[in-house]
């Protein structure tokens, strides 16, 4: 076996995250849940996963795996601590209490497998225009998740019977077992290879779900988006992931918002930013505009003697703050914008203007070949 098997087994490379490790595993064991796949070779497969996830799932035991391969997570020599034998912080041994364990057949108190626990978070991400986002939406949104089986309603079992504790961990959902090691025999608990950890055996699982408790379920929720969001912002919605298991609560969706850039406008928090190009005219002799905003059309003044680049603010034009802080404002820019093509009257009325406030004149345009010929015999020259 080589450092990479365990991954292999769940169908994820080595940089994987924590997260995507555990969605590979939930997925491979479904697939091989003896439950639910009768197939040949199928337990053999869960058992694999398993083991594979046991290390993978735990990131010291991972690291363990990564430097060491299975000697190392399963707590031989290079299992992590000072001098390579792992210390009692669980990178190696798996902490003081599985050193206690492999000495007294005991420890510390173990999970409970039948307790209650909470589903899955879920992520989806909604797109928002940017005027959306300034004043907020209602959004109705459509995903797939794991929602409890209608019909045993949770449990796995077929409607009129019960899952009744594993004979072989006595409901505790894992067993001990001895290895041998360079130090020794150790003992270390693993997974119920009867019950696959649930502490239970279904003798007669639901026809609907399989045994898993769970089905596929097509699902649709209203979000209230407040005014203000921005990119990347989150709204939690309690109860809207993937069901519990024994009875546990849903999990939460998590709505990830992206909002769109606008053709016109650019936004920092609150504050919105727009810039406006205005004539020389404008900016010299002074001028009312209509500047658009999210808010509509507004007038703005241009006093006389603006310079290019100068910053105006209209207050209470911006977005609005989320959590309280009243409305931003919007800041608009002004540029001078130079004409590129003047008919004669511009020109000379530019000309005028310069020489009324002193300016060099304007230098002739250099005389080419033919115009020096033309004035050596032209005798009015």
Avoid: W
Avoid at 331 to 336: T, W
């Amino acid at each position: 076996m080589n450092n990479t098997e365990y991954y292999d087994r769940l169908g994820v490379s080595k940089n994987a995250s924590q997260d995507e490790i555990k969605k590979a595993y939930r997925k491979m064991s479904k697939k091989y849940h003896p439950d639910i796949n009768k197939e040949a070779g199928a337990e053999e497969k869960y058992k694999e996963v398993q083991e594979a996830y046991e290390t993978l799932g735990d990131e010291q035991k991972r690291a363990a795996y990564d430097q060491y391969g299975p000697a190392g997570a399963n707590g031989g020599f290079g299992g992590g601590g000072a001098g390579g034998f792992g210390g009692f912080d669980g990178a190696g041994f798996g902490g003081f209490e599985d050193i206690f364990s492999s000495f007294f057949g005991g420890g510390g108190a173990s999970r409970n497998p039948n307790a209650p626990r909470q589903g899955d978070d879920l992520q989806y991400r909604v797109n928002l225009k940017f005027e959306e986002a300034i004043f907020g939406a209602e959004k109705e949104v459509h995903y797939n998740r794991e929602a409890e089986c209608h019909t045993c309603h949770g449990s796995g079992a077929k409607p009129g019977t019960s899952p009744v504790t594993c004979g072989k961990c006595h409901g505790a959902g894992v067993i001990n077992v001895d290895r041998q090691t360079p130090l020794g025999v150790m003992r270390s608990q693993v997974t119920c290879d009867v019950c696959h950890g649930r502490g239970q055996e279904i003798k007669d699982p639901c026809t609907t779900c399989r045994g898993t408790g769970h089905e596929s379920q097509s699902h649709k929720v209203s979000v209230k988006i407040p005014a203000g969001v921005e990119t990347g912002q989150q709204i939690r919605l309690q109860g809207q992931g993937e069901a519990g298991f024994n009875g546990g609560p849903y999990g939460d969706l998590f709505v990830i918002i992206n909002v769109a850039a606008s053709d016109k406008f650019e936004r920092n928090g609150s504050t919105i930013y727009y810039n406006m190009n205005i004539s020389f005219v404008q900016a010299a002799l002074g001028d009312t505009v209509e500047v658009p905003t999210v808010h509509g059309d507004v007038e703005m003044t241009i006093p006389a003697g603006t310079q290019t680049g100068r910053t105006f603010r209209l207050k209470g034009k911006g977005a609005p703050a989320l959590r309280g802080g009243g409305q931003g404002d919007q800041h608009v820019k002004v540029n001078i914008v130079t004409p590129q093509k003047l008919n004669d009257a511009q020109k000379d009325a530019l000309k005028a203007f310069a020489a009324a406030s002193g300016d060099q004149p304007v230098h002739p345009k250099k005389k080419g070949f033919f115009d020096k010929m033309k004035d050596a015999f032209d005798p009015e020259v």
